[in-house]
């Protein structure tokens, strides 16, 4: 079954406790995305990345590190975590084709409270 | 910059009612449109597209039209169920791959 995983789904901390959120899928995608969703905001996108190794900003990238060294996998890191980064958090993916026509694939969220 | 903006919720209707939940959009260029739904607990699943001026998305009774015109991308549903009762959101890609999303729209369908 074609689909995006993340990890842990619901995450308590406290803050400056560095955390790791993980995300795989298992469609062969070049583009990965991170997103957060606030209420009345919608989602931001926080990084995104086109293929290994190549990893850029988003929107609200403060605060967040990235990487993406094998295709299918691509973790959020929050080095120092505060409460500002509570968060509803969501990983995509989508292949690159016709310049931003395709769908993205979501995983299922991971709620996350900094305390 | 790219910019989408929906009706806000919440929409509470009764089964059988019409459904419209308007989207506007500011881009450069010739965007795609989407509608994403997120039913409680779950993550958002695409819901319809339509990636040119003009061009009508459809899905489970659900329709939107690409109108360059208005810059408009409104979502319609003749007969709403309460299975249909979730978050809404419109979103658009510029050819960058970034979805920009509206806020989101709420929307609940009673018996």
């Known amino acids: 079954e074609a689909q995006v995983t993340q990890n842990p789904r619901y995450l308590i901390t406290v803050t400056g406790k560095k955390l790791t959120v993980t995300c795989s899928q298992n469609?062969?995608?070049?583009?990965m995305s991170w997103y957060r969703q606030d209420p009345g905001l919608g989602l931001r996108q926080i990084y995104y990345?086109?293929?290994?190794?190549?990893?850029d900003k988003g929107d609200v990238p403060e605060g967040y590190k990235v990487s993406r060294k094998e295709k299918r996998n691509f973790p959020l890191i929050l080095e120092s975590p505060s409460p500002n980064q509570t968060s509803l958090y969501f990983c995509?993916?989508?292949?690159?084709?016709?310049?931003?026509?395709?769908?993205?694939?979501f995983g299922p969220g991971t709620r996350l409270l900094v305390l | 910059g790219d910019s989408v903006t929906q009706m806000e919720g919440p929409v509470t209707l009764s089964e059988e009612a019409f459904l419209t939940i308007n989207c506007t959009y500011t881009?450069?260029?010739?965007?795609?449109l989407f509608w994403y739904v997120q039913y409680p607990g779950e993550g958002l699943q695409l819901l319809l597209k339509?990636?040119?001026?003009?061009d009508k998305g459809s899905n489970k009774g659900f329709e939107a039209t690409y109108r360059k015109e208005t810059t408009s991308f409104h979502l319609e549903k003749g007969s709403v169920q309460v299975s249909d009762s979730a978050v809404y959101f419109c979103?658009?890609?510029?050819?960058?791959?970034?979805?920009?999303f509206g806020a989101g729209t709420t929307v609940t369908v009673r018996a």
């Open positions: 469609m062969n995608h070049e583009y």
């Open positions: 990345s086109m293929n290994v190794e190549v990893t």
């Open positions: 979103a658009l890609s510029g050819g960058d791959y970034k979805l920009s």
């Open positions: 995509a993916s989508s292949s690159l084709g016709t310049g931003g026509r395709e769908t993205q694939y």
């Open positions: 881009a450069t260029g010739y965007p795609s």
């Open positions: 339509a990636t040119k001026a003009d």
